[in-house]
């Protein structure tokens, strides 16, 4: 399985705004640094929780359709499938019709089943990536949609990262502050 981003969040849940007043800064000499500790803390609480925050775009490619009739898609809340190709093994791309197969985006993690009576695509695929699952996911597209609990361990974790610029030593272990854990913990996503 692999999982790509092809349309990142066109915003961050926290603003530079809100993450300068956290970290009590009241000028702008850091702001390209704090923007990317933004960045940076998101990534790591959608990757911990496997969501995704504000709307964005992926793929899902797996090697074949599975023997069962339902596919979950890793990152949720899941908002809706954009389509679901195939390909054979001439490297053809082959789309699978929308009326095949039913959207749950209710469940978490979201997930695509085959509608009433109807199978997945029989023909030989490619050895590898044979199937590609295009999906959005997110809560939004506006920061007032992703839950307070996230918005407040990316700040909690932006401030780690402030303090914390250099790299652990071989004698350290760098771990995220268990505060921030226990927030993501509450919605993580199995």
């Not at 998101?42 to 596919?71: G, K, S, V």
């Not at 699978?96 to 030989?124: C, H, I, M, N």
Request: glycine share 4%; aromatic share 12%; net charge negative.
């Amino acid at each position: 399985m692999g999982l790509k981003q092809t349309v990142a969040p066109a915003i961050e849940p926290i603003s530079l705004t809100e993450g300068k007043l956290h970290l009590r800064i009241d000028t702008t000499a850091e702001d390209v640094l704090i923007s990317s500790l933004i960045k940076a803390a998101r990534q790591y609480c959608e990757n911990y929780q496997r969501r995704a925050y504000i709307t964005q775009t992926w793929e899902l490619w797996l090697d074949r359709f599975p023997d069962i009739d339902i596919i979950d898609v890793p990152l949720s809340p899941l908002q809706s499938i954009t389509s679901i190709k195939y390909y054979d093994t001439a490297n053809v791309a082959h789309t699978f019709a929308s009326s095949e197969y039913f959207v749950d985006s209710k469940s978490q993690p979201g997930r695509v089943s085959l509608s009433y009576g109807k199978s997945w695509p029989t023909g030989t695929l490619r050895p590898t990536n044979g199937v590609c699952i295009i999906f959005v996911a997110g809560y939004g597209s506006a920061a007032s949609a992703v839950p307070a609990t996230a918005c407040y361990a990316i700040l909690l974790l932006v401030a780690h990262y402030y303090e914390n610029r250099e790299a652990a030593g071989a004698s350290q272990i760098y771990q995220a502050p268990l505060s921030v854990d226990a927030l993501l913990w509450q919605e993580r996503c199995f």
